[in-house]
């Protein structure tokens, strides 16, 4: 059984960049949710995705966007990046109906100069 | 709004100390508690809490939840370096998919 994995590890992008970050989902786990984690923070809810179909969404402006693939990897965009938007950024994979039960990759450190 | 509040914020003992962690709450319609350990990077599963005034054990660590006063305590005996992490607390609602986090709790052990 293979964990969750994200790719990359660490990003360097300048102010208006954009960016694309890829999470692979634990084997058999059909939904993934993206969460951003500011320096002393704890996790913050970006979107959830499920059958390739956003299923619920924190309070992030549309320039976050997702996509979930058929067979349920995941990716984020962010366009137009911001200084704020240096985080470590965190994907956990569930089983639909057992989303308490979310498994985290390593995440991927933005670094936004 | 939901939320949640994690007390202290941080925390430095000597190896064996026992210490207390704390989350209050306030979300609606609360579905689970969860505690999480964080080391490096990702967050990993410590426990999940649904009901009141049942404890769940693992080895050292052990959580309650109390859903009249709205928090959870998670306890740590005999600690040890390696419980050097950050504690997340996370509490999801019957109204959505997501967890919300409190900031967390830094616990140093020192030597």
């Known amino acids: 059984e293979t964990g969750v994995t994200q790719s990359p590890t660490h990003l360097i992008k300048t102010r208006g960049q954009q960016v694309t970050l890829r999470c692979s989902s634990q084997s058999g786990h059909n939904t993934v949710s993206w969460y951003q984690q500011a320096l002393g923070q704890g996790p913050q809810f970006i979107f959830q995705?499920?059958?390739?179909?956003?299923?619920g969404r924190g309070n992030f402006p549309p320039r976050f966007s997702g996509l979930q693939f058929p067979n349920y990897s995941s990716e984020l965009n962010v366009n137009a990046l911001e200084l704020d938007d240096s985080a470590l950024y965190l994907c956990a994979s569930s089983l639909a109906g057992v989303t308490d039960t979310q498994y985290f990759g390593p995440g991927t450190r933005l670094t936004v100069l | 709004e939901d939320k949640v509040v994690q007390s202290p914020l941080s925390l430095v003992v000597h190896e064996g100390d026992t210490v207390t962690l704390n989350c209050s709450y306030e979300?609606?319609?609360?579905?689970?508690l969860l505690w999480y350990k964080q080391e490096k990077k990702a967050p990993t599963f410590l426990f999940m809490l649904?009901?009141?005034?049942i404890e769940k054990k693992s080895g050292r660590l052990s959580s309650i939840l109390d859903k009249k006063e709205l928090f959870s305590i998670l306890n740590i005996t005999a600690t040890q370096t390696g419980d050097s992490a950050v504690y997340l607390c996370?509490?999801?609602?019957?109204?959505?998919?997501?967890?919300?986090f409190g900031a967390g709790t830094r616990l140093t052990v020192k030597p």
């Open positions: 649904t009901s009141s005034g």
């Open positions: 979300v609606t319609n609360f579905r689970s």
């Open positions: 995705y499920y059958r390739e179909e956003e299923n």
């Open positions: 996370a509490v999801g609602s019957y109204n959505n998919n997501d967890m919300r």
